[in-house]
């Protein structure tokens, strides 16, 4: 059986990889040290994964994609500090930051937009992740915007999705409702995705409902049901009705029953609850105003 490395062999191996790099013979030999470098740092990078050391596992990935890079090779050392960031980022380590940028970057020298956009994807889940919604939101519509320009149209809506939930929470339903639009008419334009399409409707209603005067909001309800005829047959159509219904009459009990009712069919994510929240606290203050 092959002996594993250790910790004392690893951070040797690197030591002396170090001074190889800062040595002048460095420059004369240097292809085979560069090659003696990378096999370093791929042994090391195992080890660290080994010994679920991913601090270290992510720093070894960044020392190989500065190999990559003296060696020319742009889109290795991009997948190298893609990686990095990955590790990183399941952290809640901030150095994924300049790891993604890194990467993105090197993607976008290199012309592959296709891997940029994947890089800001993935920091737009790490900026959600950590609660910091208004860079998730610039992110992702850098990523929907490079997915759309080498015709990747489902992964720029998905990312557009994402924005739009993400302005929903910070009181911007308006540019939401933008973003739902323009996925809702591509989804309606495309067989393959239109069953997506009475969910986004759906997202839709409640960010216009946190926004509308009461007689808008009814109109633009209309207006999806003419657009889709599949939304009309549906649970979520119902379910809008019902907290029409109780907006209009100022119903704070009908409204919270349509909720729980709505709940135990299709459960309710975080974000519409907070939009359902603010819905019903707008209800609440109208009766107490009335009051």
């Known amino acids: ?37 990378m096999s370093t740092y791929e042994r ?42 990955n590790i990183q980022a399941s952290l809640s380590d901030d150095k994924a930051l300049q790891s993604f940028r890194l990467a993105h970057d090197l993607f976008i020298g290199g012309n592959n937009a296709k891997q940029a956009a994947g890089v800001h994807q993935r920091l737009g889940e790490y900026f959600k992740r950590t609660d910091r919604v208004e860079e998730s939101v610039e992110v992702y519509l850098a990523a929907a915007s490079e997915f759309e320009t080498c015709g990747q149209l489902s992964m ?70 003419d657009e889709c005829v599949s939304f009309e047959t549906s649970r979520e159509c119902k379910f809008i009705q019902k907290l029409l219904s109780a907006m209009q009459m100022k119903d704070v009990e009908q409204f919270t029953n349509a909720v729980i009712e709505f709940d135990r069919v299709l459960r309710i994510n975080p974000t519409e609850t907070a939009l359902l929240l603010r819905i019903k606290g707008a209800i609440v203050q109208k009766n107490d105003s009335v009051v």
């Open 1 to 37: 059986m092959e002996r594993q490395d250790t910790l004392d062999d690893i951070e040797r191996m690197i030591r002396r990889t170090e001074n190889d790099q800062r040595s002048f013979s460095f420059v004369r030999c240097k292809d085979a040290r560069l090659h003696d470098a």
């Open 44 to 85: 090391a990078f195992r080890y660290y994964m080994r010994v679920d050391d991913k601090h270290n596992a992510a720093a070894m990935c960044c020392k190989l994609a500065g190999v990559y890079s003296q060696q020319k090779d742009p889109f290795n050392a991009a997948l190298q500090y893609q990686c990095a960031g």
């Open 156 to 225: 720029a809506d998905r990312c557009r999705i994402e924005a739009a939930e993400a302005l929903s929470l910070i009181g911007e339903a308006k540019r939401a409702i933008g973003l739902y639009d323009a996925v809702i008419k591509r989804s309606m334009d495309d067989t393959l995705l239109r069953f997506t399409t009475n969910r986004h409707i759906y997202m839709a209603m409640l960010c216009h409902a946190c926004v509308c005067r009461p007689e808008g909001l009814q109109a633009r309800f209309r207006g999806y049901c």
